[in-house]
């Protein structure tokens, strides 16, 4: 009894974790979570700046399309105002210069949270205003300084376009030649009454 009483208690017999593999564990299993918990932080804050940086880029092409559906051509300066939308206050800043079309002028949009320092942006848009683009829904183009002709009516004619082809140029058939009136011309003998010109009457060949 005593024999099997002292086995049991036997220091050999219970084994447990040491101090250091307790904390080598804890260790092991901080750095895992320390880097899962970083991923998915990541993961939230692009969904949140992509968020907003689409909210933004609907207010400049919103600012833009604003400005393209102005009768009057915006003035070559920089103008910037505060807009809120999603529940969010935003700047913008329009920035119009002239290209080396005289009809035609460059707009630069840049847009940022109301909150964040000036000079920084979230979004921009750049587009361009004037005659030389087309109206929306339009295709034809019309640019300044180009004669614009009217509408012909079908019977007028250009002073070169005599034949009334459209083409521009005259194609009328030059008038017949006619011979001078001291040439030599062969005279022809009258015909007698009765004689055959066509069939004339064959010879006897006895004769």
């Not at 991923?39 to 992509?50: I, K, P």
């Not at 066509?198 to 010879?203: A, L, S």
């Amino acid at each position: 009894m005593h024999a099997a009483k002292g086995s049991l208690c036997s220091p050999m017999s219970v084994r447990g974790f040491t101090l250091i593999e307790v904390l080598a564990a804890l260790i092991i299993v901080s750095l895992g979570m320390m880097a899962v918990i970083q991923a998915v932080s990541q993961t939230a804050s692009n969904s949140t700046y992509l968020h907003d940086k689409t909210i933004a880029h609907w207010v400049a092409m919103n600012r833009l399309t604003e400005a393209r559906l102005d009768p009057s051509a915006p003035k070559v300066d920089e103008s910037s105002d505060d807009v809120e939308m999603a529940s969010r206050e935003w700047t913008w800043t329009m920035n119009v210069t002239q290209t080396p079309v005289e009809t035609m002028r460059r707009i630069d949009i840049t847009v940022r949270p109301s909150e964040a320092e000036e000079g920084t942006s979230m979004a921009a848009v750049t587009g361009f205003y004037g005659s030389a683009i087309a109206p929306p829904g339009k295709a034809m183009v019309l640019w300044e300084g180009v004669p614009k002709q009217g509408p012909r009516n079908p019977g007028d004619r250009d002073e070169d376009d005599r034949d009334g082809d459209g083409d521009g140029d005259n194609n009328e058939e030059p008038p017949p030649l006619e011979p001078p009136e001291d040439a030599d011309q062969p005279e022809m003998p009258e015909p007698t009454p009765g004689e055959d010109l066509i069939n004339p009457p064959e010879e006897d060949p006895s004769l």
